[in-house]
């Protein structure tokens, strides 16, 4: 359950709960997230949702950082709509997170330094893969891996510019825990972000709880 004077600043137990996950969530990957992005036509929004891996997190000014190709279809649709939500669950703790906000591109030299911690297979894949593109088979996705093996051989593999982080600026965040006779305990947290397309760190936290 939540606490039942809830905190005004919502960072520290997503933080705590960032952290528990690793220990108690019993599943092979505690940070998946799914994220959805919109394309908007006319005026009508065509939302699409896949799981990336939440990989680093500010929460002092209240961002979650994932990575992925900028030119994939969730890349595009984020990067020309910032609007973005994304939902993470932990069965075995009975807990769920809802986060709301303004995606916003990592500072390259992050994403570098990030890219050059992955395997050199993860490195290649990435300069191999146009991801969200139609491929005619697998055996031409195979042929392009052979290709790029054989362009870095005996090299570093740089990040390529089209791959990196995406920020996701936190304003609207909720925090749900299972509960007894389906009366769980749920709380929403918003604020406002400085600037809508290169945010800093918002203004006050407002929290209210919800019912369940
Ligand atoms: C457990 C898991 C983790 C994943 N992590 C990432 C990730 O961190 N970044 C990423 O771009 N795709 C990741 N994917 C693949 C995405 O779900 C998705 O298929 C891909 O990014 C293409 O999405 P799009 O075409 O909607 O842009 C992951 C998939 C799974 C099942």
């Known amino acids: 359950m939540l606490d039942k004077a809830l905190p005004k600043n919502p960072m520290p137990m997503l933080s705590a709960w960032l952290e528990e996950s690793w220990t108690t969530a019993d599943t092979p990957n505690p ?3 799914a994220i959805t992005s919109a394309r908007v036509l006319d005026g009508v929004a065509y939302p699409s949702t896949r799981i990336v891996l ?14 992925t190709n900028y030119q994939s279809r969730k890349g595009r649709e984020l990067l020309s709509n910032s609007r973005a939500s994304a939902l993470i669950h932990w069965d075995k703790l009975g807990r769920q997170v809802s986060l709301e906000g303004v995606i916003v591109k990592s500072p390259p030299e992050e994403s570098d330094a990030y890219f050059a911690t992955r395997h050199r297979s993860s490195r290649i894949g990435a300069w191999t893969s146009n991801q969200s593109q139609p491929v005619d088979s697998r055996d031409d996705l195979v042929a392009n891996l052979k290709a790029t093996e054989q362009r870095f051989e005996g090299q570093e593999v740089p990040r390529p510019p089209h791959w990196g982080g995406l920020r996701l600026w936190i304003d609207h965040i909720e925090l749900w825990c299972d509960g007894e006779f389906r009366l769980h305990d749920r709380a929403v947290w918003q604020r406002s972000l400085g600037h809508a397309t290169d945010p800093t760190a918002g203004g006050e936290w407002s929290v209210t709880r919800l019912q369940p």
Do not use: E
């Open 31 to 33: 940070n998946k997230m």
């Open 54 to 67: 939440l990989k680093d997190a500010n929460f002092d000014s209240g961002f979650v950082v994932f990575y």
